[in-house]
Each structure stands twice: as C-alpha cells, then as structure tokens.
C-alpha cells in the first residue's frame, strides 16, 4: 500500500497536467457515426445498431480507464485534480455522451457519476453543464444520444436533494424535466425520464398536479405508444399524492383513461384496462363514482361494442362488470344504449335531452323577440338549417319566384 502511494507521489502527481492532456487530446475528438458494411445506418433497426463496433475504441478505452483510475485512486486529492478539470472539460465531456456506441456511453457514464460523488466543487458546474445540453435538447436539436444514461445519473442526485427543495432545483423540473416529454424522442428515454419525475413528486407532492397539467397540455393525440407511456406516469403519480391534493386532479386522469379505453389501438386499451387493477386507483374510481362514472361508463359502452380485438373485448365486458358492481344503479343510469353512430352523432339520452331544452329556450326566447319588434318573420324553405330568426339574404330564405 505504501509502495503504491510512493508511485502516485513521485510519478502520477507530478506529471497530471501532462496526463489530462492526453486524456484531453485522445477523447475530445469528432464522434464517427456508425454504419454496417454495404448500409448506411438508416436501415439498421435498434438491435443491430446495438451491435455495431467503432473502430477506435480500442484506441480510446485504455484513455477511459486511465481517467477512471485517477479519479478512483485515494492517493490523489480534490485539489490536485480540481484545476485541471475546468467548465470547458466538463462541457466537452458531457458532449461525448452523443456518441453512437453504447459501451462508450457506459464507460462516460460511470465516469461522469464518479466524477461528481468525488468533486465536490465541481457539483454545481456540472449540473449547469447539464442544463445547457439539456436546454439545446428541447429547443434545438431534439435528438441526443446519451439522454438515457444523463438521466440516470440526474435520478442519483435528484434523490440526494435535501426538503424541501430549492427553488434552482425546482426551475430545473420546470423548464428541463417537464419539457423533455415533449420531444418526438422522448420514448427513448421515458423510462429514465418518468424516474427523474416521481423522485421530484417525491420531494414535492404539489409537483405531481403540475405534471399531470403538463402531461393533458401535450398529449399525443395521434400516438398510441406514447399515449401508454404518459398514462403509465399518471397513474405512478396518483399513487403517490395524498387523496386531498389528487381529488381536484381525479376527472382529468379518467379522461385519459376513457380515451385510451376507446382507442382502436388494442394494446393502447389494454392498458387502460389494466389501470383498473391497481388497488389506489380503483379505490378512487369507488369513492368519486358520482364524477368518473359518466367520463367512463358511456366510453366503455361504446368500446365494448366497437373493439376488434376479440380478448381485448372480453376484458372490457369483465371490466363493465367490475363497475357495475361498485354501484349498478349509477352504472345504468350513464351506460350506453344505442347503435356506434347514433352515440357519435348525439351522445347518451342525457346529452340529448339537454341539448333539446337549450333549443327549444333558444327558440322561445327569439319568438319573443320578433313578437316585439312587431314584424313579420322572414319566410324560410322547410328544410332550413340555420334557423328560424336568423337574419336576411341567405340561402335558405323563399325568394318571389320560388313562391
């Protein structure tokens, strides 16, 4: 041991500035994008570009080691590294997560969280250099990488940070983390993403209702895939808010949840299907029926009769009778009964007789009105659209030479 503290002393230290510039001039190159013999990498699906080796790693890994052995070596203090490590390495080495083969990203990630448990002073330049990449991510490039393994390290510190939580940590949750779901390839990530959000819920319970706002405000319409993945991040969040704080929050997540039970994609169904296994979330479904019944049971009626996926349709007749078990007279009173298109083109009967009652106030009160005015009302075809007090020279009036 004291053998290899003497080494250190006499050949390491000495000679660390001479080392980081090897390190420097070795790593800090042009990443080289991969391609197979004969293809370019657009053909290539994700397996196989997992499989692809860059052919200077065995140039740069020992470079890799090297660094990792002087970070890890207890011979060598803060200090003497610390100067040598200043915001442009840091930026430089963030940059090379953007590199296309995976044992690299690795290797820097393993780096990079070593480098932040070991500097303590250099924590915060770090952290900034993040929100730099991160920052260009959403608002310039949209595409990075190494996003996954800057996550994880990013969940390490989040669940180090004291509580309650300052107020740069949570700028960092609003204009990074929140924003990062919705870039196009955020499914690459999400898992790691979807982490780094339940350690801030965790922190901060209020949290969670923002990212459930955040989550309707950009929700994927078109996606199904994604669709899945954001509801997923729902329900973790309502399992961890307190009933008090999620109750404002409750008819907002089951609007999700009857989109996707009524989505023709049968795996975008079967999730929502599957919410209604969690044990927190059926328990609100029970306690707030009086809300949620008529957000789901019309939905679940209608998808109950328009799916096409045979087992999928099974689970959503099973799923009708686990509601109409927790209140069958509330269950009857909002289920469907008609054809798909008469549902789609007027809603359940409720829909339908309020929708008569405002129409027939509409017209009272326009009678009344011409009544009034002491005129005479225009004379319109039988067949008019618009509406009988709706004004002059349009199409649906009986002109001279039609009478």
Not at 346 to 356: D, F, I, L, T, Y
């Amino acid at each position: 041991m004291m053998d290899d503290k003497l080494t250190v002393d006499a050949y390491i230290v000495p000679n660390l500035s001479s080392i980081f510039r090897v390190i420097e001039g070795t790593l800090f190159r042009p990443l080289q994008k991969l391609t197979a013999v004969g293809c370019g990498n657009e053909t290539l699906d994700q397996s196989e570009k997992e499989q692809l080796t860059d052919p200077n790693w065995p140039l740069v890994q020992p470079v890799y080691n090297l660094l990792q052995k002087v970070l890890e070596s207890p011979y060598i203090s803060q200090k003497d590294v610390k100067h040598l490590i200043g915001n442009l390495f840091i930026q430089r080495f963030l940059e090379l997560f953007d590199a296309e083969y995976g044992p690299e990203r690795s290797m820097l990630r393993s780096l990079l969280h070593l480098l932040y448990l070991k500097q303590i002073a250099l924590r915060k330049a770090i952290r900034r250099a993040m929100n730099e990449l991160f920052y260009r991510l959403i608002h310039v490039d949209y595409k990075f990488n190494g996003v996954s393994e800057i996550l994880e390290i990013l969940a390490s510190i989040i669940s180090g940070f004291a509580v309650p939580v300052k107020e740069e940590h949570l700028a960092f949750f609003r204009t990074v983390v929140l924003p990062l779901h919705k870039l196009p390839t955020c499914q690459l990530f999400h898992e790691d993403l979807m982490r780094c959000t339940v350690l801030f819920v965790n922190k901060n319970q209020h949290l969670g209702l923002e990212v459930i706002d955040y989550l309707i405000k950009i929700w994927p319409h078109t996606n199904p895939h994604k669709q899945i993945k954001f509801l997923e991040e729902m329900m973790m969040i309502t399992g961890i808010l307190s009933e008090a704080d999620l109750s404002s929050h409750i008819p907002k997540v089951a609007c999700k949840v009857a989109e996707l039970l009524a989505s023709p994609h049968f795996k975008a169904c079967d999730f929502a299907i599957s919410c209604f296994e969690k044990k927190d979330f059926l328990g609100l479904v029970e306690k707030y029926k009086a809300l949620v019944f008529p957000l789901l049971i019309p939905t679940l009626g209608k998808a109950k009769v328009e799916q096409w996926q045979p087992v999928i349709r099974e689970s959503l007749f099973g799923l009708s009778r686990v509601l109409e078990e927790i209140d069958g007279i509330l269950y009857m009173q909002n289920d469907y009964r008609g054809t798909p298109d008469e549902h789609s083109l007027c809603g359940n009967k409720a829909q339908r007789v309020s929708r008569e009652l405002v129409w027939e106030k509409l017209t009272q009160k326009a009678e009344r009105r011409v009544q009034g005015l002491n005129i005479n009302p225009i004379p319109y075809k039988d067949d008019q659209v618009i509406g009988n007090f709706n004004g002059l020279n349009n199409t649906n009036m009986i002109t001279p030479e039609i009478m």
